[in-house]
């Protein structure tokens, strides 16, 4: 019972290019989103979050959609950098719940 | 460093023995999480404390497995007698306490890798 899915394992991009990683889910009592990027031997670090309230939110390089009809979210890195190269999580919380869901992550390779 | 802490980074533990994980919240924060990460896979929900108190242990195994977040000191994770099957990555969370909506954000810590051999 996948309730987050991430259903591309890894991307590659070009440095300076846009990635996109998706994120799809099936419970619609998911009220906020999150992505964290996990480098190897490390924990998670949080990017950045969106409410179900809003279809977009935005942190400098880091976009994240989200497309409520869709139970769908995606993040936009722009331009790449070889830095973000890591494993990128996808999670989801339920209004006043305590646990997240996770996905099971996308790796992205950024090439210089 | 104000993040989460958790020792030991690494714990190598044969079969049957206990495995003990710590965890330090952020400053500030009263609200700890455990996630535990096998090979290949996304991070589970095990369990989630605030001190002296378990709220929520959906996430844990029946057996063998107990969590604890006392009033002073870390939050502990214990596994007793280990099985191979134990083998993975440990890590802990902590969020502030709840505001309206329940959208705090949870910040992880290094993780536990635990090898049973």
């Known amino acids: 019972d996948q309730q987050v899915k991430q259903n591309s394992p890894s991307l590659s991009v070009q440095e300076g290019r846009i990635s996109i990683l998706n994120c799809d889910y099936t419970?619609?009592?998911?009220?906020?989103f999150l992505w964290y990027k996990k480098y190897p031997a490390e924990g998670p670090t949080f990017l950045i979050s969106?409410?179900?309230?809003?279809d977009k939110n935005e942190d400098g390089r880091f976009t994240v959609f989200l497309n409520k009809s869709a139970k769908h979210l995606s993040l936009h890195i722009v331009p790449s950098q070889p830095g973000d190269s890591a494993v990128y999580f996808c999670?989801?919380?339920?209004?006043?719940?305590?646990?997240?869901?996770f996905g099971a992550g996308t790796i992205l390779r950024v090439k210089s | 460093n104000a993040g989460v802490m958790q020792n030991p980074r690494h714990l190598v533990r044969r079969r049957g023995q206990e495995a003990r994980l710590r965890c330090s919240p952020m400053k500030g924060h009263s609200h700890v999480y455990w996630y535990r990460q096998l090979p290949e896979e996304g991070l589970k929900f095990m369990v989630y404390?605030?001190?002296?108190?378990?709220?929520?242990e959906s996430g844990m195994p029946k057996e063998r497995f107990s969590a604890e977040f006392p009033k002073e000191g870390p939050s502990i994770l214990r596994i007793q007698q280990v099985v191979r099957g134990d083998s993975a990555a440990y890590f802990c969370a902590s969020s502030p306490m709840f505001t309206a909506g329940g959208q705090e954000t949870q910040y992880f810590g290094p993780g536990t890798r635990l090898l049973v051999l």
């Open positions: 404390l605030q001190k002296e108190n378990i709220i929520d």
């Open positions: 999670a989801a919380k339920m209004e006043y719940g305590n646990k997240l869901v």
């Open positions: 419970n619609s009592m998911f009220d906020y």
């Open positions: 969106i409410s179900s309230i809003k």
